[in-house]
């Protein structure tokens, strides 16, 4: 069975990335670049992991996390949520747990560090 994984995330070359990581474990890789479809994005698919930038051009991955946690959709109450962003200043951890986050990593990203992540929460295929 293949795992959904969606990852809210405007920089093109970060999705580029993470979607080739993703896909040589055998992943489906589901790309939003807002925060507001990715949001309908989860709403509308069978989604097993969401990552997730903060800083999107729309509303900010905090809102992200805090709307899929209280959405109409009740899985995605529980649905895990990793936080990739580049915001590295005290505070911004907590921030990201606070709003619903189950996970923080901070940008540029590891390839390694986000399979290990990954699988933490879902097996490889």
Sequence with gaps: MTHNILYIEDNPDN???VKR???ARGYHF????????????????HVDLI??????PDIDGYEVARRLRTSNKPA??????IAITANALKGDAEK?????CDVYMAKPINI????ARVEAFIPSP
Excluded at 30 to 45: F, K, Q, R
Excluded at 112 to 115: P, Q, S, T
């Design 76 to 81: 995605l109450a529980y649905i895990p949520i």
């Design 112 to 115: 390694r560090e986000l399979w």
């Design 15 to 17: 999705l580029m990335l």
């Design 96 to 100: 990201a747990l606070n709003a619903g």
């Design 30 to 45: 589901l790309p939003a670049m807002d925060g507001l479809s990715g949001v309908a994005l989860a709403e509308e698919e």
């Design 21 to 23: 990581a993703l896909e």
């Design 51 to 56: 990552l997730l930038d903060i800083n999107l």
